[in-house]
């Protein structure tokens, strides 16, 4: 059997791993039968959002990449389809299995779909019901595609059910993505708070700051366009944490390339890395986030995947978002996250309230790090019944 899995942006790098350390595992315990083929879009392509999330994660080099870089939408998508038809006219894989929500999983699922290509989404079922986001519209065609859904959790196999899904379509394996924060969270603890600032710290930012020790500071990620796209909603939010948040709790800050480039338009970015309480960083890698994210006092971003392992670690999380796809992180079904939207008055209340709680760490069913076992279990199971019911 021949499986090419398609990436194009960080989320997918966590995701994938383990689905390709659990394909490498069963071909030495049973000889080569599964040929996997990797191939990266290129959606992500600077080395720290791309590059070094393959060197720490143990993935190796893609066979393929299709450098479609940055651009619209319509841009991403379409190159994107340009270039993987001709892959998959060439490679022709029994499978093609798309993860998560990016741009990459919708364009690569389609031409799968349009070659007669069964597709595999893991990751499958997530609905934040919010059509302006445009990893919505990802999820919910994606879906429509795929051949074998694989969900994380039970609400997101019943968002499937709702829509119609066949039953013999949607698995529920677990969430991969703790697969991978369970094989990282050793070294992780071992890394320095000290030298994961100093080698990340961005340039100009008034070297060197002082260093917060464990549960005495604050870490924000912020990318989504619904948040740093629109001055209006930017600027208040980055006044906000200049202004008060910084009061309480040094506020460590990784600043993804789309904030980056808003801070810089709206005349933000020298009050942001001039602010002597504030840390500003480069993206930084899998491990030294996953460090930041054990020692923080609270997590504040619109990140879906940090929600996620702010459960399984315990840390207090506000999501400035008003919906989410993960609703299982939630504080009312067990999880430590809550969502604040970009109200300053909410996100106020709820950061205050949440300086006063502890970390208490919750594991949704199967978040076990052993999901990819699981996945890879599912597609051979599925390439068998289709081989029986050709004969
Ligand atoms: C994408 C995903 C989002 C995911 C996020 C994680 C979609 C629709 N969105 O959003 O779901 O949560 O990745 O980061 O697929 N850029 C660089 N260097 C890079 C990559 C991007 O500078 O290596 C710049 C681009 O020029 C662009 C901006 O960052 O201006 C945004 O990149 P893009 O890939 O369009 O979307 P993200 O906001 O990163």
Redo the contacts with the bound molecule.
């Keep these: 059997m021949k499986i090419l899995s398609a990436v194009?942006?960080?989320?997918n790098f966590m995701k994938v791993a383990p689905f390709i350390w659990a394909i490498e595992k069963l071909n030495r315990k049973n000889g080569r039968k599964i040929q996997h083929v990797l191939v990266h879009t290129g959606?992500?392509?600077?080395l720290r959002?791309?590059e070094a999330f393959f060197k720490v994660l143990n993935i190796p080099d893609p066979d393929i990449n299709l450098e479609i870089g940055?651009g619209s939408?319509a841009e991403?998508l379409g190159y994107t389809m340009i270039e993987f038809e001709k892959v998959l006219l060439e490679q022709k894989p029994d499978w093609v299995v798309v993860l998560?929500?990016?741009?990459?999983t919708l364009a690569c699922s389609i031409i799968a779909k349009k070659l007669n290509i069964k597709v595999c989404h893991i990751e499958a079922g997530l609905r934040s019901g919010d059509m302006t986001m445009?990893?919505e519209i990802?999820r919910l065609i994606t879906d429509r595609l795929s051949d074998l859904l694989l969900t994380p959790d039970r609400l997101s196999s019943e968002n499937l059910r709702k829509e119609g899904t066949s039953e013999e379509k949607i698995h529920f394996v677990g969430n991969i993505m703790i697969d991978t924060l369970e094989a990282n969270r050793e070294g992780s603890a071992n890394l320095q708070l000290e030298k994961i600032i100093k080698d990340n710290l961005i340039d100009g930012s008034g070297n060197p700051k002082d260093i917060p020790t464990d549960l005495g500071f604050a870490v924000m990620t912020l990318?989504r366009?619904s948040n740093v796209d629109s001055e209006e909603i930017f600027v208040p939010l980055v006044k906000f944490l200049l202004n008060e948040v910084t009061k309480n709790l040094p506020l460590i800050w990784t600043i993804?390339?789309?904030a980056r480039?808003q801070l810089i338009r709206f005349g933000l970015w020298e009050k942001v890395i001039n602010n002597k309480r504030l840390i500003p960083l480069e993206p930084i890698g899998y491990q030294e986030m996953l460090r930041l994210n054990m020692g923080a006092r609270i997590m504040m971003t619109d990140?879906?995947g940090l929600q996620e392992e702010c459960c399984v670690l315990g840390t207090p999380c506000l999501t400035l978002r008003w919906n989410t796809e993960r609703p299982v992180t939630l504080r009312e079904n067990g999880g430590v996250n809550v969502l604040v939207g970009n109200s300053i008055d909410r996100i106020r209340k709820e950061y205050l309230y949440t300086l006063s709680i502890n970390h208490q760490p919750s594991r949704p069913e199967l978040w076990d790090g052993h999901t990819a076992d699981r996945i890879v279990g599912k597609i051979i199971e599925m390439e068998y019944l289709d081989e029986k019911s050709l004969k």
């Design positions: 194009g942006a960080r989320p959606q992500h392509y600077d959002m791309s940055s939408h991403q998560g929500d990016v741009n990459a445009p990893e990802n990318h366009p993804h390339p789309r480039k990140s879906g």
